[in-house]
């Protein structure tokens, strides 16, 4: 009788690791496909987005659309942001690995901007009254935290086929395409970097819903 009672248990315990495996696997091809969830770690994308913002970013699977300016964009910023990338180990990479996968900590080589020029773009900063240009038309910014310049940092790049210029909406308080002038690249991020757009804050509660980004100004495309 006890040998039976152990060998049920057995197998609700096999059972209840079996379910437990299919469900993370269903939710890792979900976030690797579909949906996707990162952690904000700095006030760059203020006020649109603050630290300690979780944040549900649309696959392209989901999204479907080409990445145009004005979008806010994740990205994965090795090979441009991060040129190279440190390692703790195997064992710390994989710590740190499953704390980014969980939401709990920052990825470090993750980031979210907005896209300022596309390819074939010239992007210039900054014309006469303090505005960034794209393509000789000044831009409206409603967006940018207020009380900043549109960039304190003057550039003139043309941004090439397969490339994105991006910048952060707090812009006295990002580190973004300007940051690499100079740098192998020049600051622009691949195009199949793109890891999504973010279309809603999942926490802290207060800021739960869906996440409105404001576009560049039609008169600007």
Sequence with gaps: MASTERQSRLRGWRSAVLALGIALLVWGVIRALVVDVFYIP?????????PGDRIAVARPLLDGQPVQRGDVVVFDGRGSF?????SRGWLGDAVRGGAEWLGIVASETVYVKRV???AGDHVRCCTADGRLEVNGAPLDEPYVYPGDAASEQAFDVVVPDGRLWLLGD???????????LGAPGGG?????????RPM???W???RLG?????PISKDNQ
Excluded: F, N, Q
């Design 188 to 196: 622009m991020v691949r195009t199949e970097r793109i890891i999504g």
């Design 82 to 86: 991060v040129p190279l990338a440190s």
């Design 170 to 180: 707090h812009r006295s308080d990002s580190a973004d395409s300007r940051s690499l």
């Design 204 to 206: 802290p509660l207060d």
């Design 200 to 202: 809603a804050i999942l």
């Design 42 to 50: 700095s006030g760059s994308m203020e006020p649109l987005l603050v």
């Design 116 to 118: 300022v020029g596309v």
């Design 210 to 214: 869906h996440l409105s980004t404001a």
